[in-house]
């Protein structure tokens, strides 16, 4: 540790030699007309109180940075009060001259000291750098009157003296005890410490030590080179900092370049097939949607979690730094302010590119099946072996089953709601009930066949859409020509021609046994043995005969180059007498209960010669219902009226028995949403005033305004609207004021201008979520139509305030009033207050002095003498009374005026009364007071309102001697 008195420091001594300088000092006489530099303790005071010195000051203070030249010899034939004032005036070979005779006065009188203050010091930073630059063992900083004196020492020699103003002196003392961990607010005991500082890139151990005096602490520092802490601290700095800064630089770069170009592109798409670039590198083109909102997901939160980082780092770091380090603190506080700045733009960057993606309209393919619908009826194939893959040689003929439910659930999931699904193939066009999602295509001819869907719904702007998806390309190669042959003891014969294949190898031909009830083992050993024999070889095979059993015949095609033992192709042979019966299942919900459904059989019929159907036998959920055939409405017969207990999918199966005995069964699903009313109906208003002819269709959701006058603003009121069933919320109000599908404005309580003639439509959106499950939302569309119409007289009478409190200044504008065929010549204006009189359409401002409801009456004057008017409410309210005190300072010395305000007071105060607490009291608004003791004062203020209140408030002063 170091300890100055090691190096021979008398401190006691110090001190009383400074006392008897002083005391010199004191003797010395006064010099009149003196050129003195030093600054008085009032200039001091300026110096503390941020007070710039004069210019004079500034410029004597730069002519020099040492007050005394180290080593200057003394001449010996001084006197001894001339070699005093040698050591204490300076080298100034004017202020003493040689004497002439042994008295103990100066030959010169005229003897003034001049301190000289070194303007370069200024922190602890500058003293230590002047020390290791000279390479000084040590520094004194001592206080004396009126300077503060700063002593270099080498070899126990006083080398170097510089000056420096108290106020520097303070900040130096604080920052040294500082940094050497001693107690800032002790001092009058001796500390010693040590701590650490960087002086010119290098590192230094700092050794302080504070002693107590009458004029303040005496200060002593020594710094000591630290050099391998100084290599091995910034070799880790540079090796870490490195590889941290490259790494998360590189991340973070990566990140906003994907980020950017994803925003790119997304703000540049219009739907879905905007995004066909993603299926370029791979993706899905069904999953494409889906996949861009997860990428989306991926890479921003990425960015705000990095960004996160930095912010809480800088945050710590700038709450951490001490405020003696003022440059770092500010520059920290500024990076996380930078770095809170990006977090928020990247979330809001990231919630509209979430919102972007969720309004593309178009298809999200979802997926779609096929199967070769021959194994898909048959007992002895599975789903999965059901299967068929498009993209192969298919050999024909073939029945493809088509299953669009996932295709069709994803749309829905999208936002897109379907009312109609036509499938369009080469040869025809077949349109289905959106409940049925399957469909059975046979092709039986070569070549390439597209299949597409044509969808029409409503998608998320609730426009009528068309969407078009080619959902298949379906590759027939060769075909088997079959012919059945029907014979007299019920059975048929199937000929199979396979000329079209024989080009491809041989062929032969394989009855495969029934595997029902069969293990796999024993099915696979069945498999083999059948396969081990062919049953024909050659292009032509005569199938043996067929009754109710299902037949399974295999294909196999051999040619040089195959040596598979799999079949190329199955043909499953059955007779299924319930083809015969055809119809398809139909619904329609009902309009006052969203429960209850109409169901029939659409299109019922047998084929030709099968007889005719006797019987519908309907099963919903654990309910039988019969209904008898009538057989000249069969389509009316099978109608049935059904309510559903709850809302959901619900399965419907109708059996068809004809008068032969078969039955052919048809199934059904009914999927219900769930249907909200409304409670309360949409509050409408025409420039402020009730509509009389306003005309609402509650089952229909529909409002009619018959014949409102133009030019006119509709006030559209939802704030009151709420649904039958409690447990849903209104969330959010959407308008369409054109019913184009784009969102015109959001939120409960609009306003629209109609300035044109003829027919409006309005359509609003009402989104209802349940307040116990968040995801469960209802959404309900009203429609207004709106019949405009240009009256006689159309007065349009404006108010404009800047709030409901008197006393106030308001406008009014009745500009856009018009009379037809007319020319309006006068304004009349009734203000509700007494006061009438003509102006133009506008008037630009009318005081309310006194709260009250005021009817406002305009009366317009025409040419030819006519009269319209119109009147509105206008109500005033008293404006709020507080009471509130404001000073120009908290503390003040003696004899400091104060400034007491009243400003931030509101109300119609008629009266001020202040009591400054000493005494003396004020009625002006905003006085000034000055305290001629010191103490603590309580200030009161009390206002007169115009309605008799009286209220108050207070505040404290301090008042101390400067």
């Not at 300026?46 to 200057?72: A, D, R, W, Y």
């Not at 993606?357 to 194939?381: A, H, P, Q, R, V």
């Not at 000329?499 to 032969?508: C, E, P, T, Y």
Request: proline fraction near 3%.
């Amino acid at each position: 540790m170091f300890d100055p008195s090691k190096l021979d420091l008398d401190l006691e001594n110090l001190d009383s030699n400074n006392e008897k300088k002083k005391a010199e000092m004191v003797q010395k006489p006064e010099i009149k007309g003196s050129n003195e530099t030093t600054l008085k303790n009032s200039d001091i005071l300026k110096v503390e109180q941020g007070e710039k010195i004069g210019t004079n000051e500034v410029k004597e203070l730069k002519k020099s940075k040492n007050i005394t030249p180290p080593e200057k010899k003394i001449p010996s034939d001084l006197s001894d009060e001339q070699v005093v004032a040698k050591k204490e005036y300076g080298p100034d070979e004017a202020a003493y001259e040689k004497k002439d005779d042994k008295s103990s006065k100066p030959v010169n009188q005229d003897i003034s000291p001049k301190l000289i203050f070194d303007v370069n010091i200024s922190s602890v930073t500058d003293i230590l750098t002047i020390l290791v630059e000279k390479e000084y063992d040590f520094v004194v900083i001592e206080p004396t009157d009126d300077h503060v004196k700063i002593s270099y020492r080498k070899d126990k020699i006083e080398k170097e003296v510089k000056l420096i103003k108290y106020p520097i002196y303070s900040q130096i003392l604080i920052k040294s005890k500082t940094l050497t961990k001693l107690k800032v607010d002790e001092s009058s005991i001796t500390q010693e410490g040590s701590g650490e500082i960087r002086l010119k890139n290098k590192n230094y151990k700092l050794l302080s030590k504070t002693s107590p005096s009458n004029l303040g602490e005496k200060l002593f520092l020594k710094v000591v080179e630290d050099t391998n802490k100084l290599i091995k601290k910034v070799t880790k700095k540079t090796s870490l900092n490195q590889i941290l800064g490259f790494f998360t630089a590189g991340i973070f770069s990566l990140l906003l370049i994907g980020g950017a170009f994803l925003a790119f592109i997304l703000f540049n798409s219009n739907n879905v097939a905007d995004l066909t670039f993603f299926n370029n590198l791979g993706v899905d083109v069904g999953s494409i949607k889906d996949f861009t909102a997860k990428l989306v997901d991926g890479i921003f939160f990425s960015i705000i979690f990095i960004e996160t980082i930095f912010l809480f780092i800088f945050t710590f770091k700038a709450l951490l730094t001490k405020k003696d380090f003022k440059q770092k603190k500010i520059a920290r506080t500024v990076l996380s302010i930078f770095f809170l700045f990006l977090v928020l733009i990247s979330s809001f960057i990231w919630l509209t590119l979430s919102t972007k993606i969720t309004s593309l309209t178009g298809l999200n393919y979802g997926k779609i099946e096929t199967y070769d619908n021959s194994k898909f009826l048959s007992n002895i194939f599975d789903e999965n072996g059901s299967k068929i893959n498009l993209n192969s040689r298919i050999i024909g003929p073939v029945t493809i089953r088509f299953d669009i439910e996932p295709f069709i659930d994803k749309l829905i999931a999208d936002g897109f709601t379907p009312q109609s699904i036509t499938w369009v193939f080469e040869d025809e066009e077949i349109e289905k009930p959106i409940e049925d999602f399957k469909l059975m295509k046979e092709f039986n001819k070569k070549g390439l066949f597209n299949v597409k869907l044509l969808i029409t719904g409503l998608n998320l702007k609730q426009e009528i859409e068309t969407l078009e998806k080619e959902i298949a390309k379906v590759n027939i190669a060769n075909i088997v020509e079959i012919k059945e042959k029907k014979i007299d003891n019920g059975g048929s014969i199937f000929d199979f021609d396979a000329s079209d294949l024989k080009n491809l190898g041989k062929i032969k031909w394989y009855y495969i046994p029934d595997l029902n009830g069969k293990s796999d083992s024993e099915q696979t050993e069945l498999v083999n043995n059948a396969l081990a024999k062919e049953v024909l070889t050659g292009d032509l095979f005569t199938s043996k005969i067929i009754f109710d059993q299902e037949v399974i015949l295999g294909m196999r095609i051999i040619d040089t180059n195959d040596e598979s033992d799999g079949l190329d192709k199955i043909f499953i042979i059955s007779k299924d007498e319930s083809d015969n019966i055809n119809g398809e299942i139909s619904y329609t919900r009902g309009i006052e209960n969203d429960l209850e459904y109409e169901i029939k059989v659409k299109n019922p019929e047998t084929a030709f010669g099968n007889g005719f159907i006797e019987e519908f036998k309907w099963k919903i959920g654990d309910k039988d219902i019969t209904k008898e055939v009538d057989l000249t409405d069969l389509e009316g017969s099978s109608t049935i009226k059904y309510e559903f207990k709850e809302y959901g999918k619900h399965k419907i199966i109708v059996s068809l028995t004809d008068s032969r005995g078969q039955v052919k069964e048809l199934s059904t699903i009914i999927d219900i949403p769930k249907k909200l009313k409304l409670r309360q109906e949409l509050l409408i208003n025409n420039a402020g005033e009730k509509i009389e002819n306003l005309n609402y269709e509650k089952q229909l959701n529909e409002y009619y305004i018959n014949e409102i006058g133009i030019p006119t603003q509709l006030g559209l009121d939802a704030r009151l609207i709420k649904a039958d069933n409690l447990l849903y919320t209104l969330k959010k109000v959407e308008w369409d004021y054109n019913s184009d599908g784009d969102i015109d404005a959001t939120g409960k309580l609009v306003q629209y201008d109609i300035n044109s003639e003829g027919n409006h439509t309005f359509t609003v959106h009402y989104t209802f979520v349940h307040r116990k499950v968040a995801d469960d939302i209802i959404k309900i569309t009203e429609k207004i139509y709106i019949e405009s119409v240009t009256k006689d007289a159309q007065l349009n009478l404006n108010i404009k305030k800047t709030g409901n409190y008197v006393p106030i200044i308001v406008q009014f504008d009745a500009s856009t009033s018009q009379v037809k065929n007319e020319n309006i010549v006068k304004f009349i204006w009734d203000y509700g207050d007494g006061v009438v009189e003509e102006r133009d359409s506008i008037v630009k401002g009318h005081k309310y002095t006194t709260p009250g409801d005021y009817e406002v009456k305009l009366t317009v004057v025409t040419e030819s003498g006519e009269k319209h008017s119109i009147s509105k409410k206008l109500i005033l309210i008293p404006k709020p009374q507080v009471v509130q005190i404001s000073s120009s300072m908290k503390k003040a010395p003696i004899g400091q005026g104060i400034d007491f305000l009243s400003d931030k007071s509101e109300g119609q105060i008629t009266g001020y009364f202040w009591d400054f607490g000493d005494g003396s009291t004020s009625i002006e608004a905003n006085p000034t007071h000055y305290y001629t003791k010191a103490g603590s004062y309580k200030i009161k203020l009390k206002l007169d309102f115009a309605n008799n209140n009286v209220l108050e408030d207070t505040t404290t002063i301090d008042i101390f001697e400067e």
